[in-house]
């Protein structure tokens, strides 16, 4: 590109507005605000290659390409305009875009992890200084994390009352409206090709059950959630810790990506209620973890590595590359357990309840890092998020805020007969086990040879026996947890 000086930002120039986690042209308030008053819109997306943002995993590059590709074409069939694909670092690349263009805007929506509020505080500075307006916008959240207090003036460290001081300020903003017409500007400066970024795997191409669970994009995501209104937020209250139903909205990678805002689905579900009546609470709470994730990371920037709690520092892990390797695949000889994880390997996606019982395996009965389990659950989530995982393993690990006890450990048999009773999600990703009755869907070595036998299953060759026994890694996790400061309470249950 020609250089011009930073300086020469125009007032009549056109407006950059800058895609990153709000991949939609709907309730895009950065989009609304650039093409404001008719003015000319270059929209850009920047893969940024400086090693200040922690790099996305493999399921989320996947997920990239397909949103921006669904994007790239949503600009050009609804407004005529070319997604402008840069790589680099951001600052020096809006800069020079601004001096090609004579840009007299930049517009974004906000991110809310401590690297990317660093990063884009200094970039709104640079441009600023060089007279160019920068407008940014929430369009990620229903309430932004410096917005809701205690009476005090503090931020909250427990969900009921963060959610119910969030509420009561009577419910989120509407979302912003879509801009009905986007004006193109001539000058734009050609950018690089998606199909170079190697987003997709190649050798080999493990993302075959991404590609048959999933539709990325805009579209997608309302089709999902129009679905789940539809079939599943009736009974969701019921439904949702049943990972052998299609209970929940799996909404949250196309949130992550902001392909949906929520307050788009926020007013979705309010209408639906308005005209069918129905409770959407419960379901409208989880929106309210999301937020309050967003809440501890703004707060708590370290959460991603440091416990909440300090007295977890002193916690005795212990480090087994074996055993985080069998968990990692699926090979703990414990059925639920195991078949989250084949379901995440496949589909890039585990239920919540799963999740919460494949998390609690890991860091209570094989003692490994809460870290460990949040690393692999980075790579290979469609819906990885700095927030929502750090927050959700550390409230499993009970290292965090509000979080589940520790000495609550959660037993995977008990949990697979109340939650899988008919034994069908196990089945469905551990077909080997397909022909074991009921009774023994979640515990195999309890079965009997001649049921093993008539189940075709050998215990060591088609499925794993369990890596540790329950009783005795309860024991052991109990233990550990004794040597602690105890902040967290008397250890007691199971469940
Ligand atoms: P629904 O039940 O339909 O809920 C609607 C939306 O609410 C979700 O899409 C999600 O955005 C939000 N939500 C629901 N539950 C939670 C929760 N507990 N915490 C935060 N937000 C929630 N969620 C992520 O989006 N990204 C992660 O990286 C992530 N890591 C997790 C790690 C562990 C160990 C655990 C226990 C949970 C994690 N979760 C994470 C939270 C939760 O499991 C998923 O959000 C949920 O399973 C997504 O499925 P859904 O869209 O069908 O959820």
């Given at each position: ?11 009549t ?94 517009c974004?929506?906000r ?20 007279g ?14 410096w ?19 969030c ?78 139903r ?37 379901f ?33 892990w ?28 496949a ?43 750090a ?71 088609d ?33």
């Amino acid at each position: 590109m020609p250089s011009r000086p930073l300086t020469a930002a125009t007032t009549t120039g056109p407006a950059i507005v800058w895609f990153r986690q709000d991949l939609r042209l709907a309730d895009n308030p950065a989009l609304v605000a650039a093409a404001s008053g008719g003015r000319p819109v270059i929209p850009v997306f920047i893969r940024d290659t400086t090693d200040r943002l922690r790099p996305m995993g493999g399921a989320s590059r996947w997920w990239l390409h397909h949103a921006l590709a669904a994007l790239r074409d949503a600009l050009k069939r609804r407004h005529g305009l070319d997604l402008l694909l840069l790589s680099g670092d951001p600052a020096t690349l809006l800069a020079d875009l601004v001096r090609h263009t004579g840009a007299a805007a930049v517009c974004w929506n906000r991110l809310y992890e401590p690297a990317a509020i660093h990063r884009d505080t200094a970039i709104r500075s640079l441009l600023k200084e060089a007279g160019v307006t920068v407008e940014t916008c929430n369009a990620g959240l229903l309430y932004e994390p410096w917005t809701v207090q205690t009476r005090a003036g503090g931020w909250f460290r427990v969900f009921t009352p963060f959610w119910r001081a969030c509420l009561a300020g009577g419910g989120p903003a509407a979302p912003a409206p879509a801009p009905k017409h986007v004006a193109i500007w001539d000058g734009q400066p050609e950018g690089e090709q998606l199909e170079d970024w190697a987003l997709l795997p190649q050798q080999p191409d493990w993302a075959g059950g991404l590609r048959e669970s999933w539709q990325p994009g805009e579209a997608g995501a309302a089709a999902r959630l129009a679905a789940f209104l539809d079939a599943a937020l009736a009974g969701y209250a019921d439904g949702r810790d049943r990972p052998d139903r299609e209970a929940t909205s799996r909404l949250s990678p196309h949130l992550h990506f902001g392909e949906i805002g929520p307050r788009q689905v926020w007013q979705a579900v309010q209408m639906h209620v308005a005209q069918h009546g129905g409770d959407a609470a419960k379901f409208l709470a989880e929106l309210g973890w999301r937020e309050f994730s967003h809440h501890l990371l703004y707060h708590f920037p370290d959460l991603p590595q440091r416990n909440f709690r300090d007295s977890f520092d002193a916690f005795p892990w212990q480090e087994d590359a074996g055993l985080l390797r069998s968990w990692q695949r699926g090979r703990t000889g414990y059925p639920l357990v195991d078949a989250g994880l084949r379901e995440l390997w496949a589909t890039g996606w585990m239920h919540n309840r799963v999740r919460m019982i494949a998390a609690s395996f890991l860091v209570k009965h094989l003692r490994l890092h809460w870290r460990e389990g949040e690393a692999w659950f980075w790579d290979t989530l469609v819906d990885a998020d700095a927030a929502s995982n750090a927050a959700s393993w550390q409230w499993v690990a009970g290292s965090g805020a509000d979080a589940a006890p520790y000495f609550r450990i959660f037993n995977p048999v008990v949990q697979g007969e109340r939650f899988d009773p008919a034994g069908s999600y196990v089945r469905r990703w551990l077909p080997q086990l397909e022909k074991l009755p009921d009774k023994f869907i979640h515990k195999p070595w309890a079965a009997p040879a001649a049921v093993l036998r008539d189940a075709g299953v050998t215990l060591g060759r088609d499925y794993p026996a369990p890596i540790v026994d329950h009783d005795r890694a309860r024991k052991a996790a109990l233990a550990a947890f004794a040597t602690l400061r105890n902040d967290a309470g008397e250890a007691t249950g199971e469940s």
